[in-house]
């Protein structure tokens, strides 16, 4: 078998995702603001996309977030049944690929379509900070996230105190 290796993007490699074409799909935390990290919102990280071919070229990377601190974490990628990618990250930001802030930060769940593009987002939290570090597919169109939460307001009202365990359920717009 032939050992491949890829060096590109700028910054932290997190997650890797065997895609359907027989490519990858690969996130990474990026404060760099050259290379493939071009479209970087700044605010000490964005979350870096990149998609690799079967050849292991690469097809297409972005730089997902604002001007606040995004990143993602490990086993934090999906793909759909309709082919698109799902990405679970945190979010502090309320401006550039962002729509809304809950609070100080969010669980940030963003759709992307097989050419990079974004396609839905959708943010969980209540007023503190919130974070969304791994998310999977349970079944149909329905997906399980895990992070931690800090909230106590909206759908969070048995906060423990300070940092809590968080999993929920959720669907794609
Ligand atoms: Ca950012």
Request: zero cysteines.
């Amino acid at each position: 078998m032939v050992e491949r290796v890829w060096r590109f993007w700028g910054d932290h490699g997190l997650d890797i995702l065997a895609t359907d074409d027989g490519g990858a799909l690969m996130t990474g935390l990026t404060l760099s603001t050259d290379g493939d990290a071009s479209g970087n919102h700044g605010g000490n990280g964005d979350v870096l996309v990149g998609k690799i071919d079967a050849e292991g070229k690469l097809q297409w990377s972005r730089a997902l977030g604002g001007s606040g601190v995004e990143y993602s974490s490990h086993n934090s990628l999906v793909q759909t049944s309709g082919g698109n990618y799902l990405i679970g990250a945190s979010s502090s930001s309320s401006n550039g690929d962002r729509k809304s802030l809950n609070g100080r930060s969010d669980g940030w769940v963003v759709e992307l379509n097989s050419q990079g593009q974004l396609v839905s987002q959708q943010s969980f939290g209540g007023r503190a900070e919130d974070a969304v570090y791994s998310i999977r597919h349970i079944q149909d169109d329905i997906y399980l996230a895990v992070g931690s939460t800090a909230s106590s307001d909206g759908r969070f009202t048995n906060n423990h105190g300070d940092w809590d365990a968080w999993a929920f359920t959720f669907k794609v717009p």
